[in-house]
């Protein structure tokens, strides 16, 4: 079972990123899906989750400029991450969950290998 994320780069301060996640062989109504990121030194951060029902959650620290989305049809998921700051920069992965609400602890059935996300001018 495969998971992998695509979409990491260097951008600018204020810049967009679209990082995408497919996960072919997971029917995504079953799980919950989420997006993850570390940064050298820090622990890892849950940074957005999307529900089988369709409810997201955000950390505070992204809720406004960074979106969760995903396209059943393809088993592919989306982090759409706007007016990115230096503190953003991390490896990001994405994950399938077990857990089908946000608000229970994630429990990972699956997660890439990570993209980078740089943010510096």
């Known amino acids: 079972l495969q998971v992998a994320e695509s979409g990491g780069g260097l951008v600018q301060p204020g810049g967009s990123l679209r990082l995408s996640c497919a996960a072919a062989?997971?029917?995504?109504?079953?799980?919950?899906i989420g997006w993850f990121r570390q940064a050298p030194g820090k622990e890892r951060e849950g940074v957005a989750c999307?529900?089988?029902?369709?409810?997201?959650n955000y950390a505070d620290s992204v809720k406004g400029r960074f979106t969760i989305s995903k396209n059943n049809a393809e088993n592919t998921w989306y982090l759409q991450m706007n007016s990115l700051k230096p503190d953003d920069a991390a490896l990001y992965y994405c994950?399938?969950?077990?857990?089908?609400?946000?608000?229970?602890?994630?429990?990972?059935?699956?997660r890439g290998q990570g993209t980078q996300v740089t943010v510096s001018s």
């Open positions: 994950a399938v969950q077990y857990n089908l609400r946000c608000e229970e602890l994630p429990v990972i059935a699956a």
């Open positions: 062989e997971f029917n995504l109504d079953y799980y919950s």
């Open positions: 999307l529900s089988n029902s369709g409810s997201t």
